[in-house]
């Protein structure tokens, strides 16, 4: 049984196909989803298996834990930085 919310997702930091940045709100909800993933697996016992979905299938992989943490931590600052951005050039916006 895969662990929860340890599925392979979409890299984190790539750009839409329209070359815009994500509306804010999406950025948010992406944000609360790594956390939670974040926070799972640094919950999670040494000794637990943890599964990786194979992108568009039904199919599961054996993943190392602490792999998948560290790969979801550094997917959380990306997002992090992204959202900052958002609120750095809307503050930006309003003082011109």
Do not use: H, W
Not at 28 to 42: F, H, M, N, T, Y
Not at 51 to 66: E, H, V
Request: charged share 40%; net charge positive.
């Amino acid at each position: 049984m895969p662990a929860p919310g340890a599925r392979a997702e979409t890299a984190a930091g790539s750009i839409p196909a329209d070359d815009q940045a994500p509306p804010k709100e999406e950025l948010c909800l992406r944000i609360k989803e790594r956390k939670v993933i974040v926070d799972e697996l640094s919950n999670l016992k040494r000794n637990r298996k943890v599964y990786r979905q194979q992108q568009n299938s039904n199919i599961f992989f054996l993943a190392d834990r602490t792999e998948m943490l560290s790969e979801n931590k550094n997917i959380l600052d990306e997002l992090r930085k992204e959202y900052q951005e958002i609120e750095n050039s809307e503050k930006t916006k309003v003082k011109k």
